[in-house]
Structure formats: C-alpha cells, structure tokens
C-alpha cells in the first residue's frame, strides 16, 4: 500500500509538471531511474502505444502503471496523473475564458509557447536514445521524421510503417 501511495505521488507530480502530455524526459527521470518501476523499453513502448491510441498520447501513464503494478498501478497512476490537472484545468478554462481580452493573459500564453518547443525537444531526445540503437534505426527515425515533416501522411500509418520496416530489419 505505501509503494502505491507513493506511486500516486509521483504521477500527480508528473501529471502537475506536464505541458500538454509532453514530460517524457521527467517521466524517464522518475519512472525509469529514480524509482526503477519500469525499464526504458517499457517507457518507449508505452510512449509508442500512446501515439496509435485515439486520445491523449499519454494515455501510456495507464501502461507504465500496470506495468509497475498490476490493475491497481494502473487505476493509481492514471487517477494521479489525470485526476488534479483534470480540476485545475476546469478552473483555470473558466478564469481564462473570464479574463481573455487582459494583456497579461495574451502575454502569458506566448511566453509558454518556446517552454512547450523546448520539453517536447526534450522528450525526443529521451526517446531517441533509447529507440535508436543502430546506424539502420536512425535511418528509419530519419524517415519517418522527413515523412512527418514533409507530408500530410498520417502519423499512425508512419509508426506502423516504422514498426513494420524496423521488425523486417531486425531492430
């Protein structure tokens, strides 16, 4: 019972310090280093998972979770990662909806727009590391990157085809 009381804790930490799903790199920090719940396959994977997903991409919190701990590190990582943020954000839509046309809202939102840049840099570069471990990995991630950037091709065929193209290579 205390191992899941302070698993709660640390995704409602995780869940608190978050922009928009995009704390991969804090996430291996905690999940993978300090407390050793999951490996860093697990965290890839997981990440991996949430992109196919219809959702929240880091609807692989719920995957890291059970992987830990079973349907009750699920229930427990999921209620601490969504549950707090779930009601600051109620809060916070009606004050910003309230207080929209004041400088300092507009002023606010720009200045969160290179910390959203930086942390999801941040979240590729942990999953890089860990993903890529060949010269034929970085290929496909190159790839499937100029894809991504170049195209309109959807993002789930391109991990599919990743995935495909990486097991036929043996990665």
């Not at 999951?38 to 609807?59: E, K, R, S, V």
């Not at 229930?75 to 954000?89: K, S």
Request: charged fraction near 10%; aromatic fraction near 10%.
């Amino acid at each position: 019972m205390t191992e899941l009381w302070a698993m709660f804790l640390a995704y409602v930490r995780l869940g608190l310090i978050s922009f928009g799903g995009t704390n991969v790199a804090e996430m291996e920090r905690v999940l993978v280093g300090e407390q050793g719940w999951i490996d860093a396959g697990t965290l890839a994977n997981g990440f991996a998972l949430g992109q196919l997903m219809p959702g929240p991409n880091m609807l692989a919190v719920t995957h890291y979770g059970y992987a830990a701990a079973g349907l009750a590190g699920a229930l427990v990582a999921t209620l601490g990662f969504y549950g707090p943020t779930a009601l600051i954000g109620a809060v916070a839509a009606l004050a910003w909806e309230r207080h929209r046309a004041n400088p300092w809202v507009v002023a606010f939102r720009q200045a969160l727009l290179p910390f959203g840049g930086g942390v999801v840099l941040a979240g590729a570069l942990v999953l890089g590391q860990t993903s890529v471990t060949s010269w034929m990995g970085a290929g496909v991630a190159v790839a499937a990157f100029l894809l991504l950037w170049r195209t309109r091709v959807n993002s789930a065929v391109v991990v599919l085809g990743a995935a495909v193209v990486g097991a036929l290579l043996g990665l």
